[in-house]
T-cell receptor, first 111, second 113 residues
Framework: KNEVEQSPQNLTAQEGEFITINCSYS?????LHWLQQHPGGGIVSLFM???GKKKHGRLIATINIQEKHSSLHITASHPRDSAVYIC?????????????FGKGTKLSVKP | DAEITQSPRHKITETGRQVTLACHQT?????MFWYRQDLGHGLRLIHY???????NKGEVSDGYSVSRSNTEDLPLTLESAASSQTSVYFC????????????FGPGTRLTVT
C-alpha cells in the first residue's frame, strides 16, 4: 500500500466549479506539501503546512493531522488551473527534508 | 535571481552508454535530490545529498551514482544506460531549515534506445 494516496486520479471540471483534491497518508509527518506540475513539466511548490489551513489566492489547503488527511481546494476554477497536483509528506521519522510523494491528480478545467 | 537548472533538457542515448545529467543551483542550499518520474508512479527518489562530500541512496538507486564536490552541483550519472532508465529526471534542492521546502529544476527527458 502506498504511504501517500491521492484521490481522484483524474478530474475534469467546468470553468468556475469548486474543486477538491484529497490526500491521505499512513505515516506520522512533520509537514505536508502540495505541488503543481504544469503540462510543460515544471514543478512548483504551492503550500507547505503542518496544521490548520493556508490560503493563496483561489487555492486553499487544509490538513487534519489526527485523521491523516489533507485537501486542496480551488475556488472559481479556470482552464489555467489545468495541471497535475501532487501531495507529498515529510515523515517525522525520516531524514531531513526527504519527501514521500503521491502519484498525483490530473485536473482538466474546460472553458 | 537564484535558480536551479538542469542540462541537457532532452537526451537520447543508446543502451550501455554512460550518461551524466547536470544539476546546478544558486540558492546555496545544502540539500539536493534527484528524482525520476514515470507514468503510474509518483516521483521516486534516486539519490540525495545533505552537503559537500555527502551522498545517499534513495528508493531507486541501482544503476545511478552521484557526487557532491561543491554546494551548487549534484551531477547524476547513469553508469550503463538501460531502456528501463527512460524517464523524466528532476533535480531539487532545499535549505536545511525553513521547513525544508523543495525547489525543483525544469526536468530532463532521457530516452534510452
Amino acid at each position: 500500500k502506498n504511504e501517500v494516496e491521492q484521490s481522484p486520479q483524474n478530474l475534469t471540471a467546468q470553468e468556475g466549479e469548486f474543486i477538491t483534491i484529497n490526500c491521505s497518508y499512513s505515516v506520522g509527518i512533520s509537514a505536508l506539501h502540495w505541488l503543481q506540475q504544469h503540462p510543460g513539466g515544471g514543478i512548483v511548490s504551492l503550500f507547505m503546512l503542518s496544521s490548520g489551513k493556508k490560503k493563496h489566492g483561489r487555492l486553499i489547503a487544509t490538513i487534519n493531522i489526527q485523521e491523516k488527511h489533507s485537501s486542496l481546494h480551488i475556488t472559481a476554477s479556470h482552464p489555467r488551473d489545468s495541471a497535475v497536483y501532487i501531495c507529498a509528506v515529510r515523515s517525522d521519522g525520516g531524514s531531513q527534508g526527504n519527501l514521500i510523494f503521491g502519484k498525483g491528480t490530473k485536473l482538466s478545467v474546460k472553458p | 535571481d537564484a535558480e536551479i537548472t538542469q542540462s541537457p533538457r532532452h537526451k537520447i542515448t543508446e543502451t550501455g552508454r554512460q550518461v551524466t545529467l547536470a544539476c546546478h543551483q544558486t540558492w546555496n542550499h545544502n540539500n539536493m535530490f534527484w528524482y525520476r518520474q514515470d507514468l503510474g508512479h509518483g516521483l521516486r527518489l534516486i539519490h540525495y545529498s545533505y552537503g559537500v562530500q555527502d551522498t545517499n541512496k534513495g528508493e531507486v538507486s541501482d544503476g545511478y551514482s552521484v557526487s557532491r564536490s561543491n554546494t551548487e552541483d549534484l551531477p547524476l550519472t547513469l553508469e550503463s544506460a538501460a531502456s528501463s532508465q527512460t524517464s523524466v529526471y528532476f533535480c531539487a534542492s532545499s535549505p536545511r531549515s525553513n521547513g525544508y521546502e523543495q525547489y525543483f529544476g525544469p526536468g530532463t527527458r532521457l530516452t534510452v534506445t
